[in-house]
């Protein structure tokens, strides 16, 4: 028992259940901190030590970030990832946020269950399983949806992954592997909006749409941005998808498509492992700086 009655007859927490469920909250967090320590923290400081030292151990300053620049995959690489984060973060946040409004003016029966199930299923697949289905996917010869392809004047796999057509794909993919969980996490946040607050904006004569566009999508600016900051640090570090199709097109993709690609290029055929520990840093530099962003002009942390 960890309640008792006070002499009011109200009910009291005992100190001895606060102090257990303290000690519980710190466990569990320890637990975190200890794997964030690592396989967070060390990792990211062997690198930043990497990207500042030669390979005898000798500080050489910004020598290592100057060189990979100066690389002539390097601002290809560059122009190829931001494209591919425009195109991901555009259609993640348009697509996520009307798929969950559309489920949840859905009433929740059978229907709204089955589609969130649909929606959840590409997601548990890895990374590289559902790349290697979308290379199922795109070779007209074996497509079960050649047909389609052939419409859009595509006859060959090098014709559909032609690097013109990179980004968009690449888009696709990462959308159909990873949006599923997102719309669940915004379908979730739609149902803690207060029911008196919706039921007000009835009340007043709002449609759906003026729902939509002045409550909900507002009170979910906070996910938003969660969801928006997540998706760029993991679109920044685009490896599985380019890396496969280049395998499997012997080529025709490049294996230096994206900075993750060159970073594993610098490391392994190469053997400049400072290289590629600059590139990296560089890549933790920008996705910290654009999540600060996010969170300062969102007011992410500020109190509702």
Request: aromatic content about 14%; hydrophobic content about 55%; overall charge neutral.
């Amino acid at each position: 028992m960890t309640l008792s009655q006070s002499p009011s007859g109200s009910a009291r927490r005992r100190p001895g259940g606060t102090d257990r469920q303290s000690r519980a909250g710190v466990a569990f967090v320890a637990a975190y901190v200890l794997l964030l320590i690592a396989f967070g923290i060390l990792p990211t400081g062997y690198a930043v030590y990497f990207a500042f030292t030669d390979a005898g151990g000798t500080f050489t300053g910004f020598s290592n970030f100057v060189t990979t620049a100066q690389d002539f995959r390097f601002l290809d690489a560059v122009g190829h990832v931001a494209l591919y984060l425009l195109f991901w973060l555009v259609s993640l946040v348009v697509f996520v946020v009307s798929l969950a409004l559309l489920l949840h003016r859905l009433a929740s029966g059978t229907l709204s269950k089955s589609l969130r199930f649909l929606f959840y299923i590409p997601g548990a697949l890895a990374g590289a399983a559902s790349v290697l289905v979308w290379l199922f996917m795109l070779d007209p010869t074996v497509s079960p949806v050649s047909a389609l392809l052939g419409m859009l004047g595509y006859d060959t796999f090098g014709e559909v992954i032609a690097p013109g057509n990179l980004p968009l794909l690449f888009t696709v993919i990462a959308f159909w592997t990873g949006a599923g969980g997102w719309i669940v996490v915004i379908y979730g946040a739609l149902n803690n909006i207060p029911t008196d607050v919706m039921e007000a904006a009835r009340i007043d004569g709002a449609g759906a749409w003026q729902t939509a566009w002045h409550i909900q999508i507002p009170m979910l600016r906070k996910w938003i941005v969660y969801m928006v900051i997540l998706a760029f640090a993991g679109g920044a570090q685009l490896f599985v998808e380019p890396q496969l199709l280049s395998l499997a097109s012997v080529g025709v993709a490049g294996r230096d498509y994206s900075l993750n690609q060159l970073t594993y290029d610098f490391a392994f055929q190469m053997n400049n492992v400072n290289g590629a520990a600059a590139v990296s840093v560089e890549l933790l530099v920008v996705s910290v700086s654009a999540a600060a962003v996010f969170v300062a002009r969102s007011g992410f942390f500020d109190a509702d």
